[in-house]
């Protein structure tokens, strides 16, 4: 080991720390390799579910909410069996892209999600991600759970939202939706900037009459720029 250098780089990493008013001790934790942050593409041991407040079954979701729970926007966006992909992009007039946030093997592990996830077959693949504008403004999160064996015949690019992946496939789906949230995330709320309470929904996509994947959902806030206020006034 050259020692001179290991000095010298060590004295140039401090100086930095220095300028950016950092502690220098700071540096075991940014050059630790096993950081994991809610904004990097490593693994997280954890996916970010709401606290609810009130939830609805997919009995709920066919029959819709009142309006004054719900507006009917909001509605459209949350009950509705499009793609949200789709409709974000529609709404911002711009691409909507992805941040990778963790793809995790979870073997047969139930991983706290839904219960909707043991129709999902084992071994299990976890991905999480951050929709966003393509200038930046997230507006939603989302996990997916995955049989671990297929998931790259799916997702031959992980860095594409969902939809734009199958819709390459040219594939044939079927977006059941089985829950609906509102609730609460200190993560979520730090992320979006935004204050909660949060919207959110879990389905399954079916493929040739059976389940390919089940993804949880939740909305930012900042969509009532488009959507209008969550609530019918």
């Known amino acids: 080991m050259n020692y001179g250098l290991w000095y010298l780089e060590c004295n140039i990493k401090v100086k930095f720390c220095e300028l950016l008013n950092f502690h220098p001790l700071a ?5 630790s390799p096993t950081l994991k942050t809610q904004d990097s593409a490593t ?3 954890t996916w970010y579910a709401l606290t609810p407040i009130w939830e609805g079954t997919e009995e709920t979701v066919q029959q819709g909410l009142p309006h004054s729970m719900l ?7 949350l009950l509705g069996d499009g793609s ?3 409709h974000l992009q529609l709404l911002t ?4 892209e992805v941040d990778l946030i963790d793809m995790s093997e979870i073997g047969m592990s139930d991983d706290s999600a839904p219960k909707q996830i043991k129709t999902v077959p084992g071994p299990r693949l976890r991905r999480q ?14 996990t997916s759970w995955w049989d671990a064996n297929y998931v790259d015949e799916y997702l031959q ?3 594409l939202p969902i939809w734009a992946s199958l819709a390459r496939l040219r594939s044939e789906l079927y977006r059941d939706i089985q829950g609906i949230y509102y609730g609460n995330s200190a993560v979520l709320e730090s992320t979006f900037d935004e204050k909660g309470p949060f919207w959110g929904r879990h389905y399954l996509f079916w493929h040739h009459g059976k389940p390919l994947t089940l993804i949880y959902e939740v909305f930012s806030p900042y969509l009532k720029k488009y ?6 006034k």
């Open 129 to 142: 991600v951050w929709l966003r504008t393509a200038s930046g403004q997230r507006l939603a999160y989302a």
């Open 27 to 31: 540096l075991i934790i940014l050059s």
């Open 93 to 96: 007039t711009e691409p909507t």
């Open 43 to 45: 693994l997280t041991t």
């Open 84 to 86: 949200p992909t789709r």
């Open 227 to 232: 959507l209008g206020e969550t609530k019918h």
């Open 157 to 159: 690019n992980r860095n």
């Open 71 to 77: 507006a009917p926007a909001w509605q459209i966006l």
